[in-house]
């Protein structure tokens, strides 16, 4: 199940990408996504922790020189860290926040590279258009 659904995922991407030129928030991402349509906290955790690494970003752009290779690889370690924090001190802080996780740790930092690159609207624009098609996809082949 997961394999298709993510190949599927992979091509709407790249179809998307190639006809308007627009990330979707990384190529993977929707596909990671798709995987927990059911879980729609962990999607919003997952914004939200990519939303906090564009702000952490922005704020060290003052003090770092951050371009290119640095700035993605910046962009990826500060999301993953989101992340940790998220797993390990927010169901200590709120106990019923058990749910309301981060997708890996890779991804909150993907989609923030896009966000810097595309702005807000184009990317979460583009982001949930191929979650959802992807997800239609899925369900109409009963792979979801």
Do not use: K
Not at 5 to 34: D, E, K, Q, R, W
Not at 115 to 136: E, I, K, N, S, Y
Request: charged share 10%; net charge positive.
């Amino acid at each position: 199940m997961g394999f298709e659904i993510s190949f599927i995922g992979l091509l709407i991407s790249l179809a998307f990408m190639a006809l308007t030129g627009i990330y979707p928030g990384g190529i993977i991402v929707p596909s990671y996504l798709v995987l927990f349509i059911q879980e729609p906290t962990r999607i919003a955790g997952t914004l939200i922790a990519a939303f906090l690494t564009m702000a952490v970003y922005r704020l060290s752009c003052r003090w770092l020189i951050l371009f290119g290779r640095r700035r993605f690889v910046f962009l990826i370690l500060v999301g993953g860290l989101w992340a940790l924090l998220w797993r390990e001190f927010l169901p200590a802080t709120f106990p019923l926040s058990l749910e309301f996780r981060v997708i890996g740790w890779v991804i909150p930092g993907l989609i923030a590279n896009h966000l810097d690159r595309q702005g807000l609207l184009l990317t979460t624009a583009a982001l949930v258009a191929v979650t959802v098609v992807t997800a239609w996809v899925g369900l109409i082949l009963n792979l979801l």
